[in-house]
């Protein structure tokens, strides 16, 4: 944004778009041209002792929640959820109240940098090293890169979508490849999976949406739905209408999952089921549910041994006969597959028998059944993450020379991907690598440019919710303070570096700065009918467009296309899933419910305790207590965890509520870098997982056997909990430990 104007040059830029009030409140299309003031200097449109709202979109994650900011003279207060927006409806995870933390982070980069790979970016004392170029530099820098098509290649996050689009067009124009997007969210969702299960039942290889507050049953195969998986916060609020919706009739949860997560703890039943048997059981239950109802018996569950498949999982038959009970006498059941089920060798297969599963139950495309979740309204495309295969290809390309000049943006591969990918090696081959990372994180250190973004509360964008909504969404964002650092938006430095270029990409990228490309892609909505507001032109609808926090369809979307074939005749079998190792135990990695992908830097997660160990401020590896007096372990010893990948070394956690065979890590601790709350802090599980894939390309992290060696050594976990009121420790006796 540009220098403080007066009152009166700012009044003549409202009068040339939207009304003065909506500007006034930061909304409109002449707000970019005000210089946000700290609190310090307090701007005109503010009144003293008066808040400020603004509308803006969540970016810890690429759920796409809808945030209303208050801020007050100048400064970012509080954190709420828009109450219009589709798919939050004003609620907000742990993560997006504390975004926050993420703007006044004390480590954040605080300007252009250029520095040798490998040196860290701050001190012994956290603090960080001066900015060693200006920003003209920073742009001839990326100019001279944009130069050449040849070996030029785009690593983006998924979490800002106008960023990709931009990119997108910019390596149209230049001849580049098309930008690739990941993120360890995506990974662990088994995304590429989902889509792909999708595509057989609907035609079409988008995200579903499993519309569980209009069902009355619910069968989850290892969702953890109210924690990280997909969108969390909109299915936290249909769980919510599962439950209290219908006040005739409360609806009824199962979970089948090797280790009770905070989803299964808030099921009715929880089933402990062996890894990998999942799409065995669903067959299974659908098989019985077909005899109980008569008639010819769907393909999908025709040849079902019932007794292997009660032996393979670890389940009795009386079990299996209650839950197809629960499914005879229920209206709208809706069976859902989760992450670590999709990420298994069988993963697509099981995602099929469940999809069949819903499939006989009639509820495709139905409310309280599988919905495909429509294409937002400015969408030409599915923009999905990459698979890790599709990494794999690209560091492989890396590897190959193909790629001379890396930029990267919203992700972390060196942290992010497992190290048996070979990410952080294949950068070496890489003569110029260029970060716009908004924090020092692994990446960052790993790069030779540090060009730093702004924070997502300082930013312009849009983002399309790849799922969470029935409704046809684009979620805007803006500013809602000014930047704090020197910091630069990414789409106004490739502008820039665009034009110093010149020829194709000079051409392809006529822009003034990033609102004006935004507004750009907002063109076609403008008077068109159905949606959350309508405009009679481009200024207007910025204008309505900041204000409300993005565009919507008024109702519901039909996306189209039908099920190429019936979903309940596929004849698929997920068979027994395949194991990488030689270990005695089962490992399951999954995102930690507090900090997610990328929270280990704000220290409100840090402390928030997890909710089914209460454990803070580490990594810790659950095992069954039974499984751990076997192996002479207690509370707190510290074991090595060794697996055909590598070895990680972590405290013990004992956990009654977890397969005897199984032993699980959370995914967010074990930073090298990334700040002074994160860096140094527990370790990072993905370090134990080896390059296998399932056949949507998906990596098989829920694959992997590893082997648990004592250290004889031990290290105090901090928790909320009451040990004496767990586990009865120093209450003298026969304790349980």
């Known amino acids: 944004m540009s220098e403080k104007i007066s009152r009166r040059e700012f009044l003549k830029l409202a009068a040339a778009g939207a009304a003065t009030t909506a500007v ?54 509080k954190v709420e959820g828009n109450p219009n927006h589709p798919v939050n409806r004003g609620k907000t995870c742990p993560r997006g109240q504390v975004t926050l933390q993420g703007l006044y982070n004390p480590d954040r980069v605080q300007g252009p940098i250029q520095h040798t790979r490998g040196e860290a970016l701050y001190n012994d004392r956290f603090q960080p090293i001066q900015s060693n170029l200006s920003w003209d530099e920073a742009i001839q820098v990326v100019a001279d890169a944009l130069v050449s098509p040849t070996g030029t290649a785009f690593l983006l996050g998924t979490g800002s979508d106008h960023l990709f689009d931009l990119v997108s067009d910019l390596a149209t124009a230049i001849g580049a490849p098309a930008p690739i997007r990941f993120s360890a969210g995506s990974m662990f969702d088994g995304q590429a999976t989902l889509s792909r299960a999708a595509e057989d039942v609907f035609g079409q290889a988008a995200l579903p949406f499993f519309d569980i507050g209009n069902s009355d049953l619910v069968l989850s195969f290892g969702a953890n739905f109210l924690e990280t998986w997909l969108s969390p916060v909109a ?14 009739r409360r609806g009824y949860f199962i979970q089948f999952e090797p280790r009770m997560s905070q989803t299964a703890a808030s099921a009715d039943q929880w089933i402990p089921i062996h890894p990998g048997s999942e799409g065995m059981v669903a067959r299974a239950i659908g098989r019985l549910v077909a005899e109980a109802r008569g008639g010819e018996m769907p393909a999908a569950f025709g040849n079902v041994d019932l007794e292997a498949v009660t ?11 209650n839950v197809v009970q629960h499914i005879l006498d229920a209206a709208s059941p809706v069976a859902i597959p989760g992450g670590a089920v999709l990420s298994m060798s069988n993963g697509l297969q099981t995602a099929q ?84 990372a908004t924090f020092p994180d692994e990446t960052a250190v790993a790069s030779d440019y540090i060009f730093p973004d702004h924070h997502g509360l300082e930013s312009w964008g849009y983002q399309r919710p790849a799922t969470g909504a029935v409704q046809s969404v684009l979620s805007g964002a803006q500013p809602v303070v000014s930047p704090l650092y020197n910091t630069r938006s990414t789409v106004d430095v490739l502008l820039a570096a665009a034009k110093l270029a010149g020829t194709a990409a000079a ?7 990033e ?15 159905g949606g959350s507001f309508a405009a009679p032109e481009i200024n207007a609808f910025s204008a309505y467009f900041q204000q409300h926090g993005g565009w919507w369809t008024a ?47 704000k220290p409100w997660l840090q402390e928030l305790a ?9 990594t810790w590896v659950e095992i069954n207590p039974e499984t751990a007096h076997e192996l002479g372990l207690e509370n707190d010893d510290v074991v090595k965890i060794i697996s055909e990948a590598g070895e990680v070394e972590a405290p013990v956690y004992l956990y009654p509520a977890i397969h005897p065979e199984v032993i699980a890590m959370p995914f967010g601790q074990g930073h090298t870098a990334y700040g002074r709350y994160a860096q140094g802090r527990g370790t990072n599980p993905a370090d134990l997982l080896g390059a296998h894939f399932n056949e949507a390309g998906d990596l098989a992290f829920a694959g992997m056997k590893v082997r648990v060696e004592k250290t004889d050594r031990k290290q105090i976990l901090s928790r909320l909990e009451s040990r004496i009121g767990v586990y009865g420790e120093g209450l003298g006796g026969d304790t349980h430990r």
Not at 235 to 248: A, D, T
Not at 370 to 387: E, G, I, T
Not at 515 to 529: C, F, M, P, R, T
Not at 612 to 617: D, E, F, S, Y
């Open 311 to 321: 032996s393979e999982a670890g389940i009795s038959m009386e079990t299996l006969e």
């Open 353 to 436: 028998a469940v999809m069949a599963l819903n499939a006989m139950s009639e509820n495709i495309g139905r409310a309280g059944g599988v919905l495909l979740s429509p294409l937002s309204p400015n969408q030409d495309a599915y923009h999905r993450a990459a698979s890790a295969r599709e990494m794999a290809d690209f560091i492989d390309t890396m590897n190959g020379g193909g790629i001379t000049r890396l930029f990267i943006h919203g992700i972390n591969p060196v942290f992010e991907l497992p190290k048996s990918l070979g990410f952080a090696e294949a950068l070496s081959n890489v003569g110029t690598v260029i970060s716009f």
């Open 555 to 601: 109702e519901p979307v039909d996306p189209g296309g039908a099920p190429p074939a019936a979903p309940g005749e596929s004849t698929a079998e997920p068979g027994e899933a395949e194991f990488a190792g030689e270990g005695e135990f089962f490992f399951l990695p999954f995102v930690s419910p507090t900090l997610g992908e990328s929270g280990a830097n």
């Open 507 to 513: 051409q392809a990228m006529p822009f003034t700065d």
């Open 610 to 618: 997890d909710p089914t160990t209460t454990v803070m401020w580490n």
């Open 24 to 77: 006034l409140t930061g909304c409109g299309p002449a707000s970019r041209y005000v210089k946000r003031e700290p609190y310090s200097r307090m701007p005109e449109y503010t009144y003293n002792g008066l808040s400020t709202y603004y509308a803006t979109t969540c970016r810890e994650c690429a759920a796409g929640c809808g945030l209303i900011v208050r801020t007050f003279q100048g400064r970012a207060l």
């Open 235 to 248: 299915y936290n609020r249909e769980y919510g209408k599962l439950r209290r919706g219908n006040p005739k």
């Open 515 to 529: 609102v004006e490309y935004i507004q750009s892609k907002l063109a076609n909505l403008v008077g068109q009918a």
